[in-house]
């Protein structure tokens, strides 16, 4: 079973989920999507199998915090996808791609043994 991991590659979360995988035996690829920004299209997909834009963003996230409030409400696909564009920081990390769900956001350790069918 292989697995893509999209996040950023100083994200604790992201490290605690790549040594995850390692420790599991389960091969993946890591994509870093500040410097490989996504389409608007995966963007989108994305959005819509996390739940909506909201659930696809890190609402705890500094960057977040730090945005103008006029920011914090797109009103449209358009406005987030621009949003997510200028700063792709704030998807929560890691989405991955594989495993059982074919798509989960964030690491836990019971998580991806459920995705990935490991056993301790």
Known sequence: MTATLYGLKNCDTCKKATKWL??????????DYRDNRQAPETLKGWADK??????????????????PENRKTPGSDAEWKLLLKEY?????????IGGVAGFSQGFSDNGF????????
């Not at 390692?22 to 993946?28: E, M, P």
């Not at 043994?113 to 301790?120: D, I, L, V, Y």
């Open 88 to 96: 792709p920081q704030l998807i929560r990390r890691p989405v991955v």
């Open 50 to 67: 996390a739940g909506g834009w909201d659930a696809l963003i890190n609402k705890s996230s500094t960057t977040w915090r730090q945005l």
């Open 22 to 31: 390692d420790r599991f035996g389960v091969a993946y690829s890591f994509i």
């Open 113 to 120: 043994k459920k995705q990935f069918g490991a056993e301790s």
